[in-house]
């Protein structure tokens, strides 16, 4: 095993939330360890399922995602936190803890690693300190530390998300839909952002997204899925409108 | 040449506006059936004015003096009561509270445990409560502050726990994502959420329990209602009235107070 090695196989992953009616349908698929990895497909058919999958926040009904010699779909307890702990998440609400500072949410990307009891007293390393300060300067937020989070634009929340999940010094970042909340040029600058920041540290992406000029764009490895099964796996280069078809049904949209 | 049908549309299902008939009609019946069950005695009743014009009449002007003599002292040991009641309820109700709330704690037997132990509480009112601590501390004010203790857990624990059961889900699963043991994800992800809340329902219980423990010298258990039961005693209506007042201050005052601080804090 190459602890080098981050990408992720998924062998047979089955998903259901009412029992017999699969989301996902036995899904076998390679992320590669590097670059960034779009899932496209029409809404309901499972990519956030598939990325919550990986890091857990929904319990896989089937099958195994094998990351660096482990099946994250078997852990439970402290492995399972631990394995949390590598795993970097950025969501399409932004997901902050709308009550406490900039600072304090980007510092939550720690409470991994951080006790109950130092976290609570607010007491976190100065490393981790230094380290949120610098990521906040990165986003463009380091005037913004002691705001509160509510009182921040869509974009600016969705800067303080990816800094909360670098902050965590992931091997692997997923994105569900971060931009599907966002303008068009905040949408393309919080994909530089991420690109840049997982580029310059070789954290692979896998990121959920709607919009295709937007994935083909930033992406290097696109999966299209459609109905709970994976139909395309390709390069944005191979992505034709017969697999957008494919992908989404009917051709009216296309231009 | 299409030919449209006619359209029809009801708010309600007959079967709906039978049962929606049925509710109000029973609702009726209840009432009228109340009314002759308590067996409002007319006499009593015709002269209820007069006797009210008499009461005020006995209660005015007051008996300012007795302020000093008795009721201050009284009112300072009832807002300790209610206060010390207060802190000792939160401390019990937290825990009960996040036990109970099925979101925090997904295990069915410990929501159904805090359930009982919220139900419990509630159901007894704080007055019985307070005969029950007499019997074991003795009459007083430890009597009163444990009542008013015990009668709170039920209502701030039953009220935490719902608003941590509001409590959004995102911010929660974003710091699960990071990893962080289920005590973390409490204090950063579930408490911000529901600080506000609960220093509400505090404060509310606060000052319900103000005048809650205005009552509880009724019974022995100390404070304000020692002195109203005294005075009511010896028919000193001019004392009760001196009383009645001072409680309405306090209850104002507190309410001011309240709503101060819960615009601060949210």
């Known amino acids: ?255 | 040449m299409s030919t449209h049908a006619i359209r029809r549309w009801e708010r309600f299902t007959p079967e709906q506006r039978f049962l929606r008939f049925a509710f109000y009609f029973i609702s009726v019946a209840a009432i009228v059936f109340s009314i002759k069950n308590i067996e409002v005695i007319p006499e009593f009743l015709y002269d209820a004015p007069e006797q009210l014009a008499d009461f005020f009449q006995r209660m005015w002007p007051m008996d300012t003096a007795y302020y000093q003599k008795s009721v201050h002292a009284a009112l300072i040991e009832t807002l300790n009561i209610a206060t010390l009641g207060t802190l000792l309820s939160l401390t019990m109700s937290i825990p009960v509270g996040i036990m109970a709330a099925r979101n925090v704690v997904p295990i069915k037997p410990l929501n159904m445990l805090a359930q009982l132990i919220l139900v419990s509480s509630r159901s007894v009112n704080t007055l019985v409560w307070a005969l029950l601590f007499i019997a074991i501390f003795g009459p007083g004010a430890m009597a009163g502050t444990m009542a008013i203790a015990f009668r709170s857990i039920g209502f701030v624990g039953k009220l935490l726990g719902e608003a941590l059961e509001e409590a959004n889900r995102g911010p929660i699963d974003a710091l699960t994502a990071t990893g962080a043991p289920p005590t973390s994800v409490f204090l950063k992800g579930y408490w911000p959420q529901v600080m506000p809340s609960f220093v509400s329902i505090a404060l509310f219980r606060w000052d319900i329990n103000v005048r809650e423990s205005a009552v509880l010298g009724l019974v022995g258990a100390g404070g304000i209602g020692m002195a109203m039961d005294t005075a009511m005693n010896l028919f000193r209506w001019d004392q009760v009235a001196v009383v009645l007042s001072t409680i309405f201050v306090v209850v104002i005052i507190a309410e001011i107070a309240v709503s101060a601080i819960r615009r601060r804090i949210i």
Request: glycine share 10%; charged share 25%; hydrophobic share 40%.
């Open chain 1, 1 to 255: 095993m190459n602890p080098l090695d981050r990408s992720i196989q998924i062998r047979g992953l089955t998903k259901e939330y009412k029992k017999g009616v699969p989301v996902l349908k036995g899904i076998d698929l390679d992320i590669p360890g590097d670059g960034i990895t779009a899932i496209i497909g029409p809404s309901g058919t499972g990519k956030s399922t598939l990325i919550r999958c990986i890091n857990r926040l929904i319990d896989p009904t089937a099958g195994q995602i094998l990351f660096q010699g482990q099946d994250l779909a078997k852990l439970s307890g402290v492995p399972l936190r631990e394995a949390r702990r590598r795993i970097g998440m950025v969501f399409q609400e932004y997901n902050l803890v709308e009550r406490l500072t900039v600072m304090e949410n980007v510092l939550t990307g720690r409470l991994g690693y951080v006790s109950a009891f130092r976290a609570w007293l607010r007491k976190f390393p100065q490393d981790d300190i230094d380290e949120a300060f610098a990521l906040l300067d990165a986003v463009g937020l380091g005037n913004f530390v002691n705001q509160r989070a509510d009182g921040l634009s869509g974009g600016q929340r969705q800067r303080v998300g990816i800094a909360r999940a670098i902050m965590q010094r992931p091997e692997i970042l997923l994105a569900d839909e971060p931009t599907s909340s966002l303008d068009p040029k905040t949408s393309v600058e919080i994909m530089e952002i991420m690109a840049e920041m997982a580029g310059t540290r070789n954290i692979p992406i896998i990121v959920n997204i709607h919009n295709v000029a937007l994935a083909k764009r930033f992406c290097q490895r696109m999966i299209g899925m459609t109905g709970g099964k994976v139909v395309f796996n390709g390069s944005p280069a191979e992505l034709t409108d017969d697999h957008l078809k494919e992908i989404y049904g009917g051709e009216d949209w296309l231009e």
